[in-house]
């Protein structure tokens, strides 16, 4: 679970910084940094989660 946070960390990472270099037009730039942010957020879930099971807390 932990790797799995962690690569998603990386992807929403690469996903805001390819927006900004292959998109021109602000329009669908803002789409594509917004669901990075996105997939950042869900990977610190991910992470916390894992984090709380692995030190033996009830979820």
């Known amino acids: 679970m932990k790797m799995a946070g962690f690569l998603l960390l990386l992807s ?3 996903l805001v910084l390819a927006a900004v270099v292959l998109l021109r037009a602000s329009g669908p730039q803002a789409v594509f940094v917004l669901a990075g942010i996105a997939v950042e957020i869900l990977a610190f879930v ?7 099971i692995a030190r033996g807390r009830p979820e």
Do not use: D, P
């Open 12 to 14: 929403g990472w690469f």
């Open 46 to 52: 991910l992470l916390f989660r894992a984090h709380r």
